[in-house]
């Protein structure tokens, strides 16, 4: 019994850790991507197109962006980045290593510098791999060249732009933006706005530590704070602590049962309570979500 229920776990593991691919490959036709400009705050605008919101410096230095979706994209980035100033690409910084957030660092880390975690570029370059195996490194060109360990601050357009290591949340490698006169958060994927998020179990990332980043991450915000999320619309502080609240319920929910004795399979029949319905209606579902948190609480500590 016990070795049916290790293959079981392992075979569910592997679909949770299989969510990121099938989210790329579900992307389509990038011709038809029309990438959408947002006003931020202060220097700051927001970009959307198709995978991880980017994030925008314009100013006298330049350009600088958070993240740079997939590489098909890359063309209409340029032209986005156009229409907000003639400056130069400086910088890039990447959230985490997920190609949905790094997929053009090939076409951009040609023109400017790649910035992110040292996890980041162990992930891209291959040195770091799951257990799967699964994925092909990055070309050298799109990997980071500068990397760091806990923080790291990019004096850019007038303003400090922070850069902040939070562990085993998303992934291994996640770190939170802080603009600091512009007074705008980019949250990577430490933010799915009004819904369930992917937590990649394979790449680091821990359900219960997710939680304890993102309340971490509220404390440090400051008042009146504009936030990007890395998926989802722009949002406040509200909407932050909306989604911590989503956390703390639905994981509590979940080790409650498992702590029962309840298997994988009554807990999803159990579901989750109604006001989440919602937050399903994204790429992660109420079922995967408990699947996720499920996997993470089980794991070995």
Not at 90 to 109: I, K
Request: hydrophobic letters at 40%; a neutral charge; one cysteine or more.
């Amino acid at each position: 019994m016990t070795r049916y229920i290790s293959r079981y776990s392992a075979l569910v593991l592997s679909v949770v850790v299989c969510l990121p691919v099938a989210i790329a490959r579900s992307q389509g036709d990038m011709s038809k991507v029309e990438i959408k400009s947002s006003p931020v705050a202060g220097n700051v605008y927001m970009l959307q197109g198709s995978g991880g919101n980017i994030g925008v410096s314009v100013g006298t230095d330049g350009i600088l962006i958070v993240d740079d979706e997939f590489a098909p994209l890359a063309d209409k980035i340029r032209a986005a980045l156009k229409k907000l100033g003639e400056g130069k690409l400086r910088y890039v910084l990447n959230t985490h290593w997920h190609g949905d957030h790094t997929g053009a660092n090939a076409q951009f880390g040609v023109e400017a510098p790649i910035i992110a975690h040292d996890n980041v570029r162990k992930r891209l370059s291959g040195e770091l791999r799951p257990p799967s195996g699964a994925g092909t490194p990055a070309p050298n060109e799109a990997l980071p060249v500068i990397t760091f360990d806990q923080s790291l601050s990019v004096h850019f357009n007038g303003e400090e732009i922070r850069v902040i290591h939070f562990p085993h949340g998303h992934t291994d490698g996640d770190s939170i933006i802080f603009f600091t006169r512009s007074n705008v958060v980019h949250m990577g994927d430490d933010f799915f706005n009004g819904m369930f998020p992917y937590v990649d179990l394979n790449s680091g990332g821990d359900v219960e530590g997710y939680e304890r980043n993102v309340a971490a991450a509220i404390t440090k915000i400051p008042a009146g704070a504009k936030i990007i999320p890395g998926h989802g619309p722009l949002a406040t502080i509200d909407d932050l602590k909306s989604f911590h609240a989503m956390l703390v319920e639905t994981i509590g929910i979940v080790r409650q049962r498992l702590k029962s004795g309840k298997t994988l399979e009554q807990i999803q029949a159990e579901g989750l309570p109604e006001k989440w319905n919602t937050w399903g209606a994204g790429f992660v579902n109420t079922k995967t979500w408990i699947n996720i948190v499920y996997q993470s609480l089980s794991k070995p500590r």
